[in-house]
């Protein structure tokens, strides 16, 4: 294992650069990608100083992967990448401002809603079936909802 640390080269930097990124295509997070792009820089600082001791190419490559990690999750939580799709993996929060009719009424405050091809837990004041209601929010997979038309006493 020495002998090999011993004679790296910038093109083997280069390679597990581009290994990592295509990791990243398979496993997204934004995790790999800035490990392939550290050792890409590894890579290049080895081809501009060759002869660099191994240990210190695997110190560089640490520390600027830790760094890089770092940072871009910091940059990312001041500046949120944003989308077209919110809600996209986030089924129960799809339905926030629909409105249903109760085919099932709700007692002590639970209730079910069929929603389009499934059926839903609510958490709603008590009333009857045929009661129109709308979705406001989200608990975990039960979803919030509020009176529009009220059908019964």
């Not at 790296?8 to 990608?33: R, S």
């Not at 002869?51 to 949120?80: C, D, H, M, N």
């Not at 249903?100 to 839903?120: A, R």
Request: glycine letters at 10%.
């Amino acid at each position: 294992m020495i002998a090999f640390l011993e004679s790296l080269a910038f093109w083997h930097w280069l390679v597990l650069g581009v290994g990592l990124a295509i990791i990243e295509v398979f496993a997204p997070g934004a995790f790999f990608l800035w490990l392939g792009i550290s050792a890409g820089v590894v890579g290049v600082l080895l081809w501009l100083i060759p002869g660099t001791p191994w240990e210190l190419q695997v110190l560089l490559f640490a520390i600027i992967s830790i760094a890089s990690v770092v940072l871009a999750r910091r940059y990312l939580k001041a500046y949120p990448l944003e989308t077209d799709l919110p809600n996209l993996n986030q089924r129960g929060h799809q339905y926030v401002g629909r409105v249903f009719t109760l085919e099932e009424p709700v007692i002590n405050g639970q209730g079910k809603i069929q929603v389009d091809d499934s059926t839903w837990k609510i958490t709603c004041d008590d009333c009857e079936v045929g009661t129109k209601v709308v979705i406001n929010g989200v608990d975990g997979v039960v979803l919030r909802a509020a009176i529009i038309t009220k059908i019964g006493n």
